[in-house]
Structure formats: structure tokens, C-alpha cells
């Protein structure tokens, strides 16, 4: 019996020209070069110009994704943004990046769950295509997060950055077999909203009528997101039929070194499969997942046939996993 599966056929990525290094940094806020590799493994990160938008990195991102798909936005039908920093309070960014692509049919709509959000508008989509509700979905993470920090908070300024990635999926019919299917395989999608003091944005516009600053209780985070992110991957893996042994990459949310190193180690994965990009953008919330993916696609690293775990979590909290076989 046949299954019908969310294939992953294009990725791309993009990052603000500007690149705001560790040093640079030292100049403005008591930190060092030494101290933020340390804490953290982030060298650098990408900010947005003035008058980029968040809809301006996530049309890069998409049009670099359907070049490497080799399709138009034509054959396009859902878009799906996963953002945090919105160009507007509304109408949702995807309309926005939908209009700038050129696509007047289908649907396009934004999914807020932060740093997750990329895991949870994957899985939205895969949804729609499982449902025979699309049959290609243009999925985006897009943050410009640098427009919602506090620049003299040096616990949390050094941690963030902007960009964009961006996946195509695209309804095949396969045999029905996880250790074969290409595809999204499984996911897992949590959420607790007891921790929202641990990290939020003071702001917002039935609250404060502000767009707010990022506030982020470090330790705290840290100790829930290796417990959180490492479940998160065993279920996915055992609703798959498959193993953490399985898998060939794991792609996490680029928060910060100590978590990846951390997650790994709790479930056995060595090192050098899980991919790490936090050294070169620093976190982009919903964009580091797919800015992650693009790079190890993009080196050669990630092969047709590799089983891939993207995770993630964010704020809220929210956090998931989805696996798919490139």
C-alpha cells in the first residue's frame, strides 16, 4: 500500500549583508569575544538593514528554494511562515512574500511558535498535503529579531540574529515503508505555557500597545531545552518505527552550543552528525532550523537518502521534532 508523503525537493537560505561579529559588539556593551565563544559557540550573526523587512529575507530564502527545486511559484499552492518579528501586526508576512513571488491562487498564512515555529509550520504543511488539501508547500522561517532586543541587556543581545530559510515540500506517493519512504516520516509537536516567564517579549499590542524586548532567564532555559529537545526526538524517532540510532543528521535550532553539545550527549548521537551553524548567524529563532538545513544540503553533507532530524524549541514553551528522509 502506497502512502502519500510531504518530499522534500529544494531548500534555500538568506542572510542580511551586514555581519555584526563578537568584537564588534565589545565596542557598544561589556562582553568579549572570549566570553560569548565560551558561553555560547555564536562569532558572529547577520543584522537586518534599515527598511529590510522580515518579508524581504523570507522572499531570498524562497525564491533561492524554488531555484534549487527547479520550480516556479507557479506550481506553488500553500505558503506557510514561521515568524516571530512579523512585518506587521497584520496582515500576515506570508501574504506579503506571497504577493512579491507572484503567486494570486492558494493560500498563505504565518505560524507563530518562536524558535519552533519552523518545525511547526512543517508539520502544518505536511498536514495539508497528507490531506490532499495541497500538493506543493513553500515552508518559511523568517525573524529580524534584532528589532525586538534589548542592545544594552548583554545577556541576551550577543545570543540573536536575522535571516531566512525556506523548504519546498512536494506530494509523492511512496511505498508505504519508513526505512525506505523519502518524505516527512513523523513529528512531534509540545507546548507549556506554565514557563512563559522564562522567555517572552515584554511587549505586544493588547498588552503594553509596544512591540516590547526580549527577555530570556538563560539557566533555566538551558535546563529545560535538553530534557525537552531530547523527547522530543525519541518520539518522533518511535512514531517513525525507527531509532535514535537511525538517524544520519540531526539539524537542531541553532540556540546555543552548550544545548546542542548537551542534546546530543543525553541521546547518544556523536558530534559530528549534528550539524551546527550557530558559530556563523547566531540564533534566528524560526530561521535557524531551515538556515542549518540549506548549509549542509548546500556542502554536500546531507545526501539523498540520508534519514534528517530537524528540532527545535522556543518560547512559550513550544518545542518539536520532525524526521524526514531526504
Not at 511587549?203 to 538563560?218: A, W
Not at 538551558?222 to 531509532?243: C, I, M, P, Q, W
Not at 551546527?276 to 544540503?297: E, G, I, M
Request: charged fraction near 20%.
Amino acid at each position: 500500500m502506497t502512502l502519500r508523503r510531504s518530499v522534500a525537493v529544494g531548500c534555500g537560505a538568506y542572510l542580511p549583508e551586514r555581519c555584526l561579529t563578537n568584537h564588534d559588539l565589545a565596542q557598544s556593551v561589556d562582553t568579549s569575544d572570549e566570553w560569548i565563544v565560551e558561553r555560547t559557540g555564536i562569532r558572529q550573526r547577520h543584522i537586518a538593514a534599515e527598511g529590510e523587512l522580515t518579508s524581504d529575507l523570507g522572499i531570498a530564502a524562497a525564491r533561492r528554494a524554488l531555484d534549487h527545486a527547479g520550480l516556479t511559484i507557479d506550481a506553488i499552492d500553500l505558503i506557510v511562515v514561521a515568524t516571530a518579528t512579523p512585518d506587521e501586526t497584520f496582515p500576515a508576512t506570508a501574504t506579503r512574500i506571497q504577493a512579491a513571488l507572484g503567486m494570486t491562487h492558494g493560500a498563505a498564512f504565518d505560524v507563530q511558535a518562536v524558535c519552533s515555529g519552523f518545525i511547526y509550520a512543517l508539520t502544518t504543511a505536511d498536514a495539508f498535503i497528507q490531506a490532499g488539501k495541497a500538493e506543493r508547500a513553500l515552508v518559511i522561517g523568517a525573524e529580524t529579531f534584532s528589532r525586538i532586543l534589548d542592545w544594552q541587556d548583554r545577556a541576551t543581545c550577543v545570543l540573536f540574529g536575522d535571516g531566512a530559510g525556506a523548504v519546498v515540500l512536494e506530494a509523492r506517493d511512496q511505498p508505504g515503508d519508513t526505512g525506505r519512504d523519502r518524505g516527512i516520516l513523523a513529528s512531534h509537536l509540545r507546548s507549556d505555557g506554565r514557563h512563559h516567564d522564562l522567555l517572552y517579549v515584554d511587549g505586544g499590542p493588547s498588552s503594553t500597545k509596544t512591540v516590547g524586548h526580549l527577555r530570556m532567564k538563560g539557566r533555566e532555559v538551558f535546563r529545560h531545552a535538553v530534557v525537552n529537545l531530547t523527547e522530543a526526538v525519541e518520539k518522533t524517532a518511535e512514531r517513525a518505527g525507527l531509532s535514535v540510532a537511525d538517524i544520519d543528521w540531526v539539524v537542531p535550532h541553532q540556540a546555543n552550543k552548550r544545548i546542542l553539545d548537551g542534546t546530543a550527549k543525553k541521546l547518544g548521537i556523536a558530534p559530528d552528525k549534528v550539524v551546527s551553524t550557530v558559530d556563523r548567524h547566531a540564533n534566528t529563532s524560526a530561521a535557524s532550523v531551515p538556515l542549518a538545513l540549506a548549509t549542509a544540503v548546500g556542502d554536500g553533507r546531507i545526501q539523498s537518502g540520508d534519514l534528517v532530524m530537524l528540532e527545535a524549541m522556543g518560547g512559550g514553551f513550544t518545542w518539536g521534532a520532525c524526521l524526514l528522509r531526504w
